[in-house]
């Protein structure tokens, strides 16, 4: 090989994102220097955060120059090293860019993978990686759930969503799940264990509200918020004095053009309620507690993972919109080599 595909963004996106903020380009192979290495990319991952980093707003982390390729976690195998504790053939996982070939170095964010661990290598992009993690941390540390408490996941079917469900299960909470259609609700029930499933499609604020009444009764302990928007406002209503509400994601709001916003934030004050945000990143150092605890679940078949995967970088576009179309079925991933 003596190129190597990549795709970059190339404008903003402003909305919902565009094909031609994008640009699939070959450029020539990178060399590598000293203490440097290079990876032959297998696989991307695809996440809703990726649409904050497009955007020069402040954030966490600071936005995808223009030019350069679609950050995202990969994995891939070495290709070529000139870097001490990094041997050809060697899988590696790290922060890298959607593309066929990264460079890696001493002391960046790239770090060996055990292939031989998991039962696929893909895994460590879903349940041993930062999705998992998200949901373990975001569950057990933010949301501080007990036993008998009832949980309410919105953005249920998705990757992380459908892990805290079935984590809250083995906490021995109530768990319900809000999800779009009539399949991914039959998902969370009957491959999950949700107790409860409520289709939010066709339904307004006030008929979301009375949903989750319905399945809660007695009102809700715990929130771990995926999605935001009408969804977020809904579940605020519904709250029991004394709920936590984890907050991971607003997937419903990334693509608006103008801010959106909860309505229902009074809801905290009049149930003496806490809002927390959380970021897997501030528990890396922790991950190998999540492994070790997730890993037997997994393996009892407390909890069951699944992966959508895509091929070619070429499709990398269409894949990533399933995130906000609703088309993935499990954690998106991207196959590029």
């Not at 770090?111 to 039962?119: C, G, N, R």
């Not at 997937?251 to 149930?271: D, F, K, T």
Request: charged residues 25%; proline residues 5%; negative net charge.
């Amino acid at each position: 090989m003596t190129e190597n595909r990549r795709f970059l963004l190339v404008k903003r996106p402003d909305g919902e994102p565009a094909s031609g903020d994008f640009e699939l380009r070959a450029d020539p192979l990178p060399e590598i220097a000293d203490g440097q290495f290079l990876i032959r990319n297998q696989y991307a991952s695809l996440d809703p955060a990726q649409r904050g980093w497009m955007s020069d707003a402040d954030s966490y982390m600071p936005p995808i120059p223009l030019g350069d390729p679609v950050r995202a976690t990969t994995i891939g195998i070495v290709e070529e090293s000139k870097a001490e504790g990094f041997d050809k053939g060697q899988w590696v996982m790290g922060l890298n860019g959607i593309e066929e070939y990264s460079v890696g170095m001493v002391g960046g964010f790239t770090q060996p993978i055990d292939e031989k661990a998991v039962p696929s290598v893909t895994n460590y992009l879903s349940l041993f990686g930062a999705v998992g993690m998200t949901a373990y941390f975001g569950f057990f540390d933010v949301c501080e759930p007990n036993e008998g408490d009832t949980v309410l996941v919105s953005g249920a079917a998705g990757a992380v969503g459908s892990i805290v469900g079935q984590l809250a299960k083995i906490k021995g909470c109530t768990a319900i799940g809000i999800a779009g259609g009539p399949e991914k609700c039959a998902r969370l029930t009957e491959r999950y264990g949700f107790d409860h499933a409520i289709d939010y499609r066709g339904k307004d604020g006030a008929a979301l509200e009375g949903a989750i009444r319905e399945a809660a009764t007695d009102g809700v302990d715990v929130i771990f918020e995926n999605v935001g928007g009408t969804i977020l406002d809904a579940g605020l209503m519904n709250l029991k004095n004394g709920a936590r509400v984890g907050l991971c994601g607003l997937i419903s709001e990334y693509n608006a053009p103008e801010p959106v916003g909860a309505r229902n934030l009074w809801q905290l004050i009049v149930h003496r309620a806490s809002i927390r945000g959380l970021l897997v990143a501030d528990y890396i150092e922790r991950f190998a507690e999540g492994a070790a605890a997730m890993g037997p679940w997994a393996a009892e078949g407390k909890i069951v993972i699944d992966e959508h995967i895509d091929e070619g970088i070429e499709n990398a576009f269409d894949a990533f919109m399933r995130l906000f179309e609703g088309t993935n079925d499990g954690k998106m991933i991207l196959k590029i080599g």
